[in-house]
DNA sequence: GCCAATTTTGTAAGCGCTTACACTCGACTT
DNA sequence: AAGTCGAGTGTAAGCGCTTACAAAATTGGC
């Protein structure tokens, strides 16, 4: 309290010290058209001098962009999220936005709440990354036409950028790995319960199983599908429920690596061993797959918040609407441990 | 875009319905005092109809509050500050703020840019929530003076409210415990890489450990005492190093509970087993060391993150200073798991 | 009941920026 | 050489809120 406080380097300096007005030293720093190259390198050189940067504050009220964005996600804890929301952090970091963290919490109540009020959210940042979030077609057209600039990860059919896995694809090639080695009677530990964000996620999954079995004129036995959510407990209970009332198969497709765990640790708890007794794949390569020697199919979390969050800012800085939305598929990969081996 | 411009409801919005002035309005809203009953509730049922909500830009340009708080955490993926980051939005967003998150992706070069900055900082929130944060003299005074309101997680010595566990006594804790089974051949891996932002963390730890072997009148043997930074990696390595290059201890106590899966591992990949050659201990609690088995000192992490949070939110609500920073100290519990036994 | 002291309320001046609009001034037309 | 155009620049009006300061209403003491 005790500080000097420095009297702020206003607009009206930079326009002082550069001998322009301030209208035009406004635009320069925008890098605005009709803006002569004299006064462009003046206006930069003054605000550099003067260590000027613009009050976002006054600059959003006067109706241009606040500088920070948002990234919603279902819940800042998981492993999946935290890796997708670092990564977006850094790349609107670097082009100097700010970071502003909504955390769902898992509560469907809060996103509806949170898309209820679009205006109020516009008004405090410029875009918005999504991370898996399941939103009404309702919510999702508000959205679009909210003038916030929007990008997603991991979402289906929305009106602007996204980018994903192929979520069949990765079940079909952890489907395949297990039926590749001569197990033909494989359970799927299966993500969809209620109001969970990825459920659409899970299904896509679910199919991609099914098609893999199918190619191998395989049908799917109804007793081995069982619901498991996509936490580490559900698929403790999940496993545990198959084993103990259901049959045990010979192998294991669980639907995320955090499924996989809590499978592993029932079979453990059973007396059991993997790969021994039983086969196990996840698709994720969390980061303690490795550890526990899970295969899966690995997907580029990182990668995906980051590209997603490079495409919002792209939409950010052109606001021209010649850019339809696409959809990015980023590859995913085998990647084969001791969880899963040959069938006897 | 096709959207129906709603035009935003202002301050003068509620004023002409409320029949009063706009600067009775802001006062009103903001429960300054010099407000009569009947204004107040005029102007709160106004309010409350139109639906009103104040434009942050406009207030925080005309020297209120911005409405946001920035977290910084040195990482946004690592477990601890994933939780505690969760937990702290949580208290925010209930209290209406928007949670700012800014990642310091372990690089020092960044906390130094940001605290060198102040300006820009406290020009777009309000308030700071530091997790473990390391800071200089100077950047300590700096912020404390700048005007912005601080409270921190797990740091030390620093002017303004902290909430943390012991980390002397969790050491102290997990050694004895170790010492307690018969165990007097305990290493320690510890935790303090060059740069790394717990190191005063660390080092309480390493105090805590040596405490206890000398309760027992124990020396402290500087082979057994190995760097293995907080990694699940660096606990793999060090773990090895150990083994393979100096002398087999029959217990372990490590920094944290990342550090002993690191160890874990590796005892397990050199054909060794836990409890039966090697007890582990760690510090934590992480969400997989009940999977793994692992005994460890609990440490109440979304809770020091909430708690920290709401003394932020306490000090924002009244500036008024008559409230000198205190230091809060959360209890750590041993859980025992199967990773430590008595020494046969 | 009247005047000073004390609430309560209103007026108006910004906060720092963006932007519609007006203006200047060369470069081109014809 | 007068007229047109457009690039470059400046003027000034806000954006929605806070906050001195002034005005009005209320209170209380004698």
Redesign the pocket.
């Known amino acids: 309290m005790l500080q000097g406080k420095t009297?702020?380097?206003?607009?009206?300096?930079?326009?002082a010290l550069s001998?322009?007005?301030?209208?035009?030293?406004?635009?320069?720093?925008?890098n605005?058209?009709?803006?002569?190259?004299?006064?462009?390198t003046?206006v930069s050189g003054a605000a550099a001098k003067l260590g000027?940067?613009?009050?976002?504050?006054?600059?959003?009220?006067?109706?241009?962009?606040t500088g920070s964005v948002a990234i919603i996600a279902p819940t800042a804890t998981a492993w999946f999220f935290a890796q997708a929301v670092e990564a977006a952090e850094e790349v609107f970091a670097d082009s100097g936005y700010d970071t502003v963290l909504i955390s769902l919490r898992n509560r469907p109540s809060l996103a509806r709440k949170l898309f209820a009020d679009l205006e109020g959210l516009s008004q405090r940042v410029d875009g918005v990354l999504l991370l898996n979030i399941a939103l009404s077609e309702a919510e999702m057209a508000a959205l679009a036409g909210s003038g916030l600039a929007v990008a997603s990860v991991g979402m289906h059919d929305v009106p602007w950028d996204n980018v994903g896995i192929d979520n069949e694809d990765a079940a079909h090639a952890a489907t395949s790995h297990l039926l590749g080695l001569g197990h033909w009677d494989v359970a799927m530990l299966a993500g969809s319960e209620i109001g969970e964000p990825s459920l659409v996620t899970a299904n896509e999954r679910l199919k991609g199983f099914e098609r893999a079995l199918d190619e191998h004129d395989l049908t799917v036995d109804p007793d081995l599908v069982i619901d498991a959510g996509s936490s580490i407990e559900g698929g403790r209970r999940a496993m545990t429920e198959l084993i103990e009332n259901r049959r045990m198969p010979s192998a294991i497709f669980a639907g995320c690596d955090e499924t996989a765990f809590g499978a592993l640790m029932a079979v453990r708890d059973l007396g059991l061993s993997t790969p021994k007794n039983v086969s196990i794949i996840g698709i994720d390569d969390h980061q303690m797959s490795w550890f526990l020697g899970l295969s899966t199919i690995a997907q580029p979390v990182a990668d995906q918040g980051a590209f997603a969050a490079n495409l919002l800012i792209e939409r950010l800085h052109r606001s021209g609407l010649p850019n339809p939305p696409a959809s990015h598929v980023l590859e995913t990969k085998l990647v084969e441990r001791r969880s899963t081996r040959r069938r006897r």
Chains 1, 2 share one sequence.
Not at 32 to 40: G, I, K
Not at 52 to 65: C, E
């Open positions: 009297p702020r380097v206003t607009i009206q300096d930079v326009a001998g322009l007005s301030i209208c035009t030293v406004s635009r320069a720093l925008r605005l058209p009709n803006v002569s190259e004299a006064a462009q003046r000027y940067k613009a009050s976002s504050a006054a600059s959003r009220l006067a109706g241009g962009s």
